[in-house]
């Protein structure tokens, strides 16, 4: 994180260190699966992938309405892209997606997706069968706080990431907005905890199934421009980008 005055030695100290080995290649530094976008909602899927890029991965596979395809490659042309259509059947569409999570290190789903019954077939797949780390967002929060027996029911031991807003945040716990802003830090233990998960409440606070306390309190999205009342902000964001058990899918702002 850049700021004005900084020398070439102060941004090595506080950009994460990358281990350096031979014959290295674009699948050296992962692969992340975005399952995002629809016909409705193009912009979604592209910030995620670059997300995913602008964060340090090397491969960057993106499944997502066809209609998005051509805007894809021209914004992000390094990335993979398949696409599906209304009329693809489950079966084609859970055999896509089989493929790509078998060949992803990581899978973000959610931004842009939609709700409408194709989208919640999805989101139901990817929940039940993702066997690597799965990040969720946006529509695949709104999804799963509409079907909360899968969340009970989520056999799957890998780590789990949410990121609400408060709006999604309130759908999943079925609390007011209210209630949400004032409670925001127990609610968010609370609900990891007892769900297993790993929960950064892009309202208030980042939580991490591994620490009983919080990682970090930090707003995202230059929050910190808008809030003097947030001290050193991006001294905050820094340490929590290079925390080794963070994941993020919503850099795409800064």
């Not at 999570?101 to 194709?118: S, T, Y």
Request: charged share 25%.
């Amino acid at each position: 994180i850049y700021e004005e005055g900084m020398s070439m030695y102060d941004i090595e100290k506080t950009w994460p260190k990358w281990k350096i080995v031979r014959l290295i290649g674009e699948g050296s530094f992962g692969k992340v699966l975005v399952v995002a976008g629809s016909h409705k909602m193009y912009g979604a899927c592209q910030f995620a992938a670059l997300a995913a890029y602008r964060t340090g991965a090397g491969l960057v596979r993106v499944v997502t309405a066809k209609e998005n395809k051509e805007s894809l490659m021209q914004k992000i042309p390094e990335a993979i892209v398949d696409t599906y259509t209304k009329a693809t059947s489950a079966e084609v569409l859970d055999d896509l997606l089989q493929e790509a999570m078998e060949w992803a290190d990581c899978v973000v789903v959610g931004p842009g997706i939609g709700l409408e019954e194709q989208a919640v077939c999805v989101v139901k797949y990817i929940w039940e069968h993702c066997d690597v780390p799965l990040i969720v967002d946006a529509d695949g929060l709104n999804i799963l706080s509409e079907h909360p027996e899968w969340i009970e029911g989520r056999a799957t031991a890998e780590c789990v990431y949410f990121t609400p807003h408060i709006g999604e945040f309130s759908r999943l716990t079925k609390k007011s907005i209210k209630c949400c802003k004032e409670e925001a830090i127990l609610l968010t233990k609370e609900y990891a905890q007892k769900h297993n998960n790993s929960f950064l409440n892009r309202a208030k606070v980042i939580f991490d199934k591994f620490n009983d306390n919080p990682v970090i309190c930090f707003y995202l999205a230059k929050a910190y421009e808008a809030n003097s009342d947030i001290p050193n902000a991006k001294k905050y964001f820094a340490k929590v980008l290079m925390h080794e058990n963070a994941l993020f899918s919503n850099l795409n702002c800064w």
